[in-house]
């Protein structure tokens, strides 16, 4: 070998891992690029398209949000068992005060958002609801149908109360399918009742999955109709 020739496989030694690195180099800063602009699709933040736009939610409302959830869903729950307990001729008299409880919890939380006298009226609304479950309860264990209608016609009537109220508090109507979300609460409740009374465990379990579900889908939308009431709350 030469030594031009030499000097030549040097250089081209030389190409070869002045090219390597480029490749590399590029090859990174795409793979990065790439990475980033899916981290934004996925998580709503970054420049990628698609990126959400909406804000992240600050502690004060997420806290809302799990104590919506959390009392609703325990509700759900304590009402199932109390009519159960009734339809097996038990003393419901432990559950009730656990329902007691968590209905003044409810009711605080609604006069935090409406105001202190809120919390009188919807607390006193939810416990005509408790009595009309009772009474519901005991209608269908004896199998009483004019009882049944009685207790029926009293829950549609509380919905509507608690709607009245919610209007009456908050002009806007920010709330305005609150009437209409308690009526389908009650509607699964019921329905559990009448499923339960005939032993029919499977379709009480999908009652109680339902109702679960459903307590969750209100209090997401008592949050969503507070915030837009009062959205100076959850600055």
């Known amino acids: ?24 180099t590029l090859n990174s800063l795409y793979v990065q690029s790439q990475t980033a602009a899916v981290s934004g699709l996925v998580t709503g933040v970054g420049g990628g398209p ?13 806290n809302f949000r799990e104590q919506a959830n959390s009392l609703l869903r325990e509700h759900t729950v304590l009402a199932g068992e109390y009519v159960e307990k009734i339809l097996d001729s038990e003393d419901p008299a432990v559950i009730k005060a656990s329902i007691d409880k968590n209905s003044k919890s409810i009711a605080d939380m609604m006069g935090n958002i409406y105001g202190g006298s809120a919390s009188a009226q919807f607390l006193s609304l939810w416990n005509d609801q408790i009595l009309e479950f009772s009474n519901y309860a005991k209608a269908v264990r004896s ?8 207790a029926m016609s009293s829950l549609d009537s509380i919905a509507s109360n608690i709607q009245n ?5 908050d002009s806007s109507n920010t709330a305005a399918r609150m ?17 339960y009374q005939v032993h029919n465990q499977p379709l009480v379990s999908q009652y109680e999955s339902s109702a679960f579900d459903q307590a969750g889908n209100f209090a997401d939308y008592i949050v969503q109709a507070s915030v837009t009431a009062k959205p100076q709350m959850f600055k």
């Open 1 to 24: 070998m030469t030594m031009r020739d030499g000097r030549y496989l040097i250089l081209v030694v030389i190409l070869f891992i002045i090219g390597a690195v480029i490749g590399w």
């Open 50 to 62: 698609g990126a959400s736009t909406e804000p992240q939610e600050n502690s004060v409302l997420s």
């Open 143 to 150: 199998n009483n149908s004019s009882g049944k209608s009685s």
């Open 165 to 169: 109220t919610v209007n009456n508090l």
């Open 179 to 195: 009437g209409e979300m308690m009526r389908e609460h009650i509607a699964l409740i019921l329905s559990l009742a009448d499923a």
